[in-house]
Every structure is written in C-alpha cells, then in structure tokens.
C-alpha cells in the first residue's frame, strides 16, 4: 500500500471532499496518510508549516490527516490574476507570473518538482491520497498533463474516477471518458465512484451495472449528497453562494472577480445569529447589513476597479453613512485606504489606483510576499487570535496609530477614527472563538459558544463514516501500490 489517486469526470464533482473523507478514514484505520495533488488551480491558499503556500484544499485533507499542511501536498499552485494569466507557485514559493500559453509551455519542467515533493510524501507515509485536477476527459491538454493520467502514468498510481450524478448525466460522464482518453491512459483506471446521489440509490442499479459493463470497470459504490459538507472550509467561492440565513444580524461580503482566501467567511456562516449573504455583481448591497466585509483578492487594483464598476464604491460609502461597519481583510484591507501603488507592475500593469479612503492610510506593492502564521493580540479586547498573512505590499498611514492587533509588540492593522472601519492583513481571524464572539459582540449578534475547530474535526470524523457505509474502502485501499 502506498498510493492511490481520485480523479474525476469534471470539476466540482467531490474530489476534494473524498480526498478529505478518504484520508480520514485512513487514519482512523490506523494508517499513516498523506493528501497530495500535482496541480491545483485556486486564490484560496493555505500558509505551510515549512513556510510556503498550498491549496487550502490540500490544507483541509492533511488535517483529516492528522497532518500539518506541507508544500510537498501540493507542489504546483496556479493562482490566476488576469482571464489569462496566473501565478505560478511551485513547491510552495512564488515563481513567477505566466500567461496561460507560456504556462503550457514551461510544464514539462514541473513534472520534476512534482515528483519529487511525491516521492517524499509516499517514502514517509504508508498510504498517499492523490487528487486529479479537471477532467482526464480533456485530452486536447494530455501532452504536457502533470494533474492527472500525465502524473498517474509517471508515478505509477492506479486510479478510479469519480463522477457527479447530481449535474446530471453521470453515464455519459464515466463511459464517454472511458471512451476517449488514451487505451493506456485508461488501463490506469481501476474503477469508479458515482457521487453525490439523491434519493433511493437502488434506482440506479441499472445505470450502474451499464456502466460498469461498458468500461470494463468496476463500481466502488455510490455515495449518497453529504449535506454537512457545507460546513467545512470552501473550496470554491460558489459554495458560500446561497445566503446563510436565519440570524437577526445581516453580514454581506463582496464577490471580487479574483476573490481569494474566502474561506475567512466560513466560521461566521456558522453562527445562527448572522445571515450572511454573498454580493454578486451587479447586485446592491443590502442596506440591512450591519457589516460588509471586503476579502481577500488576487488582484487588488482590478478588483478596485472592478468593485467600481458594480456601484459598490457609492454603497459602501452610504452604509457607513447610516452607522454601518466595513472590515478588509489582506486585499480588502488595502482597497480601504486611499490609494494603491504597484510602481514595478506585480500585479499587472504599473500605475496607482485611488481607493475608497474609507481608512487613512496608503499601500505601495512589493516584490516580497509575506507568507507566515502568526499569533497575534486583538488590540481592543486583549484577546489572543492565531492566523496567517500571505500578502504583497505595504500599508502605512495615520489610521495604522489605531491598530486592530498586535504582533510581536507591533501595531497590525488600522481602525478608523470612528471605529467602524477596520483593516488587517490577518486571514483566519474568526476561526478563534473568543475573538469571534466578541467581534459579533460589537455587532450587537450573539455567538452560538461551539468551537469552529471542533465542529470541523466532528464533520470529518461524519464524512468518513458516511465513505465507510457506502463505499468499499477495503477494496479501494487494496488498489494502492
């Protein structure tokens, strides 16, 4: 047994979560597992112990683990800026900025990389669980493919494909990949999951035996719609969508076009006593809110612009007009100042943007990234919080003298005079308890008192048991070599 990769017919067909589900029944076996995937393509990062970037994807799946987060899970991080760009991060560490078909171009140096950050992962661990990336459907992009049946076949891992019956077309899904990829790309493929079933899954016994007849496959189960999914980090801004409803105290939060590390959100979509909701482009944002936040982005000036462009500059002005709070967080942080400079052109072209001067303060963008975890101290309530910084640029002005921590002895952060407009660079705030409670607190909201961390171990612990009723865990096991 070493290792095994889940792949899948398209994107958001659940890889993410059985990668996750998977890797902790593993451990709840006894095993020693690893999370890994080649490529992942997501704004939505984790800071590593060993001081890189990840995939917050990848981060979740080592702590169903019992693992901290490592660069080797995920060796290649694209995060994309532009339609047609991305940054590229390789073993945790900022490479460069590359458009998509200088990207393409350049692949075939990172199955190295990847390999090797692989190899060590399956040295140290008795069982790695590896996630594809998009669809080995996609056979326009197999020559230079390290995501999936490009890596598969280099590393020597078996695979079984998951497909989505929720979307709909879940046969066509799994016996029309069967029918175009590469014969020795699909003599790789062991089997299948069908994933995400509503209903009574004996309906589908028909459609599974075709399957499996006309693949040559065989089924690993079907694996019935997990709801409490919902209540694990995101992995995809999509899936905070719906508005979370049912609190007296409304929270509304920005959809940037390049909104990253929106995972923030998730503990306060927890809490009865908010309704949080996501604004969509073109829409308003709600004049009940008592809070809007401003997320992270990977595009800070594109986003201002972009944030322009929906009215949402003249709203959030009028919310903080009639009483309103507004929180920025990393990029969110810095579009609240007066102004953002990127003179050597980091983030796109070269110029400075005027921001909505809702704090006093300034950002010029560097060329060094700040990627640390880091303890801290809630400057207004002595609270201690833990989170992380992944960030470029520096932020100074008038407002930084009313910081909102304190790390180190140094001020992080600024608060406006009035105090409902607050600033930080701190990602994971709200996983902290205390710190949330009494941040709700000043909005007048009451928290519920569960601990986040502990709800999201309860979760895992679920979804494991939830892979072990309806699939075959010890068939599936078996296939790792």
């Known amino acids: 047994m070493t290792a095994l990769m889940i792949q899948g017919t398209g994107s958001d067909v659940g890889k993410s979560l059985l990668v996750a589900g998977l890797c902790r029944a593993a451990r709840l076996r006894g095993l020693s597992v690893a999370p890994f995937k080649p490529q992942n393509m997501s704004n939505n990062a984790a ?245 809007v936040i401003l997320p992270g982005t990977k595009s800070t000036r594109g986003d201002m612009a972009f944030l322009r462009a929906q009215g949402w500059d003249i709203d959030l002005k009028a919310h903080h007009r009639r009483g309103g709070h507004v929180l920025g967080i990393c990029g969110g942080y810095q579009m609240l100042g007066r102004s953002v400079a990127d003179p050597e052109g980091i983030e796109g072209a070269a110029g400075e943007t005027e921001g909505l001067g809702l704090l006093d303060v300034a950002t010029v963008m560097t060329p060094d990234k700040r990627l640390t975890r880091t303890a801290a101290r809630h400057e207004a309530t002595g609270l201690g919080l833990e989170g992380y910084e992944i960030h470029i640029g520096r932020t100074e002005g008038a407002d930084c003298a009313r910081p909102f921590a304190r790390i180190d002895g140094r001020p992080e952060g600024a608060i406006s005079a009035d105090g409902r407009v607050t600033g930080s660079y701190l990602h994971g705030m709200f996983t902290d308890d205390a710190f949330r409670a009494a941040f709700l607190a000043g909005l007048g909201a009451e928290a519920s008192g569960s601990g986040y961390g502990a709800e999201v171990e309860r979760v895992l612990d679920a979804l494991a048991a939830h892979l072990e009723r309806h699939l075959d865990i010890d068939a599936l096991f078996a296939l790792a070599r």
Do not use: C
């Open 47 to 291: 800071v590593t112990a060993d001081g890189g970037e990840i995939g917050r994807a990848q981060a979740l799946q080592a702590r169903a683990a019992g693992l901290e987060p490592l660069t080797d899970m995920n060796p290649v991080l694209l995060k994309p800026e532009t339609d047609v760009g991305a940054q590229v991060i390789v073993q945790g560490k900022r490479i460069g900025t590359l458009k998509a078909r200088d990207y393409f171009a350049a692949k075939k140096t990172l199955i190295a990389p990847v390999l090797e950050s692989f190899g060590r992962l399956r040295a140290a661990h008795d069982l790695v669980i590896v996630e594809g990336a998009g669809s080995p459907a996609e056979v326009n992009l197999r020559a230079s493919d390290i995501a999936n049946m490009g890596f598969a076949r280099a590393a020597d891992v078996p695979v079984v494909l998951a497909g989505d019956i929720d979307r709909g077309g879940v046969i066509a899904q799994l016996v029309g990949t069967a029918s175009v990829i590469d014969p020795e790309d699909r003599a790789m493929i062991a089997g299948f999951i069908v994933n995400k079933f509503r209903g009574d899954p004996r309906l589908f016994d028909d459609g599974y035996r075709f399957i499996e007849e006309r693949t040559g496959w065989r089924g690993f189960g079907v694996v019935p719609f997990f709801p409490e999914a919902a209540r694990l980090p995101a992995e995809d801004a999509l899936d905070l969508s719906s508005p979370v409803r049912g609190g007296a105290v409304t929270v509304a939060w920005l959809a940037f076009s390049r909104v990253a590390n929106f995972d923030d959100l998730d503990p306060l979509k927890q809490e009865p006593g908010l309704t949080v909701v996501m604004v969509r482009p073109g829409q308003p944002i709600p004049a009940e809110a008592r809070l």
